[in-house]
């Protein structure tokens, strides 16, 4: 069964990729010193997580068996090298401005491959901020994944996997589901689930059944943590009443985003689609975490939105309309921001 194997391949070195997570530990290991020596356990007081929907983060480069051409110099998007930076550095100039300190950790969704990862941070605007990351490889036709960067002296992972999801008949193949297990400074252990479901192309019914393919993996992998903390975030392609979201809530998770707004005021939902604001981003707690949720809001800060010509008000300032590219652009999502207080006084 698929749930036993996922058991199984929670550690290191048990199954495929064992070479590569071993590197991973290794670094790990080393950041085990900063963890404990860099920070007094009277530190922060706050634990800040991020979930942002980048809005097509590739590289320039096509990979093979992938359909990426759109994002290449020659490709419909003349996805240029200087548009390429200046996206890598919008995502960095999101995130950063998400709360007064840097998040702790940062759920991101539609990140092509590592090499955007390792620009993101260490060659943008980020690369000052000491982020490490984990990320998936999934069979995405576009070739599109998930990552959760974290800051090594905050949280330090013990390890991660992926859980793959079979796709059903007529459904392309999707994200895997990104796991990492970890400690925080406080020394409470966490397991963050990072997901991409798939999108509602060709109409919400008709591909109802991908997304609940999705949770029918999530969901046991939840129940077999039963009693422990859990963070369950990312693009769920789904609103908070919808089919999918209750499957996780009958598994006991809180979405604690239901009714997040912007901070400014501006933003009733991370999304806003025919001048309707919803939520496709959703961050959902184990009922120990969301009993300690001291805040949660969507960044809506004034650089992130711009005038909707057609509805009134205002929306994401996204990098493309259409295929209009827009130099300012950032996202056609909002980044969701939770803040838990101390698990552990």
């Known amino acids: 069964m698929q749930n036993d194997k996922w058991l199984r391949r929670q550690f290191p070195g048990m199954e495929?990729?064992?070479?590569?997570?071993?590197?991973?530990?290794?670094?790990f290991v080393l950041s085990l010193l900063i963890f404990h020596f860099s920070f007094s356990p009277a530190g922060a007081q706050t634990f800040t997580f991020v979930e942002l929907n980048c809005e097509n983060l590739f590289d320039c480069q096509h990979d093979e068996g992938k359909e990426d051409q759109e994002f290449t110099p020659d490709g419909t998007r003349r996805w240029s090298r200087s548009r390429y930076w200046r996206k890598l550095n919008h995502v960095g100039q999101e995130l950063l401005s998400c709360s007064e300190r840097l998040p702790d950790l940062v759920a991101l969704v539609e990140v092509e491959n590592d090499t955007v990862l390792r620009d993101l941070t260490r060659r943008s605007l980020l690369r000052g901020a000491g982020y490490e990351y984990l990320m998936t490889c999934s069979p995405d036709v576009r070739g599109?994944?998930?990552?959760?960067?974290?800051?090594p002296a905050t949280f330090r992972p013990f390890c991660y996997d992926y859980i793959s999801v079979p796709p059903l008949k007529e459904m392309r193949p999707t994200r895997d589901i990104l796991y990492v297990q970890g400690e925080?400074?406080?020394?409470?252990?966490?397991?963050?689930?990072?997901?991409?479901?798939?999108?509602?192309?060709?109409?919400?019914?008709?591909?109802?059944?991908?997304?609940?393919?999705?949770?029918?993996?999530?969901?046991?992998?939840?129940?077999?943590?039963?009693?422990?903390?859990?963070?369950?975030?990312?693009?769920?392609?789904?609103?908070e009443e919808s089919p999918s979201l209750l499957l996780l809530a009958g598994e006991g998770l809180v979405n604690v985003s239901a009714h997040a707004q912007g901070r400014q005021g501006r933003a009733k939902g991370t999304y806003r689609y025919r001048g309707e604001w919803?939520?496709?981003?959703?961050?959902?707690l184990s009922r120990s975490l969301s009993a300690v949720v001291d805040s949660i809001y969507v960044n809506d800060a004034p650089f992130l939105l711009?005038?909707?010509?057609?509805?009134?008000?205002?929306?994401?300032?996204?990098?493309?309309?259409?295929?209009?590219?827009?130099?300012e652009g950032f996202s056609d999502h909002l980044p969701l921001v939770l803040r838990?207080?101390?698990l552990r006084e």
């Open 278 to 284: 919803h939520s496709l981003d959703h961050i959902l």
């Open 184 to 239: 925080t400074l406080a020394g409470d252990t966490l397991h963050v689930f990072v997901v991409h479901a798939p999108s509602r192309y060709g109409g919400e019914l008709e591909t109802r059944a991908h997304r609940h393919q999705v949770m029918s993996v999530l969901c046991p992998a939840i129940r077999q943590l039963a009693g422990q903390q859990i963070i369950v975030a990312g693009d769920f392609n789904d609103y």
């Open 340 to 342: 838990l207080r101390r």
């Open 16 to 27: 495929r990729g064992a070479e590569a997570r071993h590197l991973s530990f290794i670094v």
């Open 306 to 327: 711009e005038a909707e010509p057609t509805y009134g008000g205002w929306r994401p300032r996204r990098t493309f309309q259409g295929f209009r590219y827009q130099r």
């Open 144 to 151: 599109l994944d998930v990552a959760l960067l974290y800051q």
